[in-house]
């Protein structure tokens, strides 16, 4: 098995290796691939912008030449995603739409925490339509001053604002806390209050792994729904 997984940030190569540990999988199993520029580009821009879809869609299908399945980490470019699979002899998954499944099958206040401000409009988008119909309400929320500190390398303060954020939304009365961002992970395992929060790469993975076991066709399971 062989997950090709594009990244925007060097840290989460470790924070999806760390997932894949949990979930049994093999020290090969996953094979990542860093583009920082694309986010880089994303922020420049204010967002995704055509040329920049073009671009992240060819590396997307580039690296489902040599893989089983290919997962695209950042939720910023999240959307370029969902046109792909019928290009695509392999299915490509948006690390974050698993998680929204997840989400939306809690009731109550679902707090949903992001970091970077690009990523805002996009998985607003996801969790909303995620949650249709269901029991589950959506309230999404950018920490304050998050992205800075994972700009400037102060990992420590960036996971402490996360942690903060998270325990703040649990007092006000959230069933669940989800943390929309890969490179967020990190700070569910550090919050004292439960349930533990929802992450990217363990919904990611558990979601890729249960396709690739099954013998359900992609007309009768979409990994982005």
């Known amino acids: ?43 420049a821009a204010g967002g995704l912008t055509p040329a920049l879809r073009s671009r992240t869609a060819a590396r997307l299908l580039s690296m489902a030449a040599d893989a089983d399945a290919v997962l695209l980490t950042c939720s ?5 995603v969902d046109a792909l699979n019928a290009k695509s002899h392999v299915p490509i998954l948006r690390a974050d739409a698993a998680l929204a499944v997840a989400a939306a099958a809690h009731h109550g ?13 996009a998985t607003r988008t996801l969790f909303e339509h995620a949650a249709s119909g269901s029991d589950a309400q959506i309230e999404l929320t950018l920490v304050p001053n998050a992205w800075r500190c994972f700009k400037s390398g102060d990992s420590e303060g960036y996971q402490s ?22 490179s967020m992970a990190p700070a569910a395992a550090r919050c004292r209050l439960t349930p533990v929060p929802l992450t990217v790469p363990a919904s ?3 979601a890729i792994l249960a396709f690739l076991e099954s013998p359900m066709t992609d007309s009768e399971y979409d990994v982005n729904q």
């Not at 990244?7 to 999988?25: E, I, K, M, P």
């Not at 206040?109 to 409009?121: D, I, Q």
């Not at 604002?161 to 890969?182: M, T």
């Open 76 to 80: 910023t470019l999240g959307p370029v």
């Open 1 to 43: 098995m062989r997950i090709a997984c594009l990244h925007t940030a060097w840290s989460n190569v470790a924070v999806f290796d760390a997932a894949a540990r949990d979930l049994g999988l093999s020290a090969t199993a996953l094979a990542h691939f860093v583009e920082p520029r694309l986010l880089e580009d994303a922020e």
């Open 161 to 182: 604002l996360l942690v903060g954020a998270i325990e703040r939304a649990y007092v006000d009365g959230a069933s669940i806390v989800v943390l929309a961002q890969a």
């Open 204 to 206: 990611a993975l558990a």
């Open 109 to 121: 206040k679902v707090a949903v925490l992001c970091a970077a401000a690009t990523t805002v409009p």
